[in-house]
């Protein structure tokens, strides 16, 4: 009497006519036809679903330790230089070394993209719930994400934000969006262009709003934004 399999799809592995295991997906329905109760199954090989997502899965371990091993030691002697501590850079040096280590950044932004594109369809992703000033969260990413606009001749603008409106969110999960947004936008923008950061309440939330001047996104893909 318990309808524990009714209206849920289940994974578990099946054997082929051919002796070989295969994964199966099985969604088994209800259905009243008059005083009849009958139910029907539906059985789909996702043999070749489960072989792309170990792909995936052992992609992202390689890259995990592949890319971040040397790209640890890089960023640390980067930071040493920057800081001094292995002797005086001249401006242009440091400039340079600056660049360097805020792309190394970047880099390892990127890398963590990945791996929480992996813990998002595993449902593991954790948030880190907090209070925080909107203001500041805006002018940080603007700030982090001035070099990267100036290398495509753009500006970031930060419109006037209200200091007194505070948000809860994750600060890192943020700063991780926004930096998605602004390096987009400067990276589409024309040259000499400018990248409009605004924010506002929106009864008890809040809007943010990044504008630029590029091409846009095409009509075409338009549907595929948020897939």
Do not use: C, W
Request: glycine letters at 8%.
């Amino acid at each position: 009497g318990e309808a524990r399999f009714i209206g849920t799809r289940r994974e578990v592995s099946g054997r082929h006519k051919s002796g070989r295991l295969v994964d199966i997906e099985v969604a088994i329905a209800e259905i009243k036809v008059g005083d009849e109760l009958l139910f029907s199954g539906i059985v789909r090989d996702i043999t070749e679903r489960k072989r792309v997502e170990r792909l995936k899965s052992e992609f992202v371990s390689t890259v995990t330790h592949e890319l971040r091993t040397p790209l640890t030691s890089i960023m640390g002697s980067l930071a040493l230089l920057r800081s001094g501590a292995l002797g005086t850079l001249g401006e242009k040096a440091k400039s340079m070394v600056t660049l360097a280590h805020d792309n190394g950044e970047r880099l390892v932004n990127l890398i963590n993209d990945i791996l929480d594109i992996d813990k998002i369809e595993a449902g593991a992703l954790e948030f880190n719930l907090t209070d925080a000033s909107l203001r500041d969260l805006i002018k940080q990413a603007a700030a982090e994400t001035g070099s990267y606009a100036e290398q495509h001749d753009v500006r970031i603008v930060v419109n006037k934000i209200p200091k007194d409106i505070v948000v809860e969110t994750d600060p890192d999960r943020f700063q991780q969006v926004m930096r998605n947004l602004l390096s987009n936008a400067a990276k589409f923008s024309p040259k000499g262009g400018e990248v409009v950061v605004s924010a506002g309440l929106k009864g008890h939330t809040v809007r943010v709003s990044i504008s630029d001047h590029g091409p846009g996104i095409p009509r075409e893909f338009q549907k595929h934004i948020f897939e």
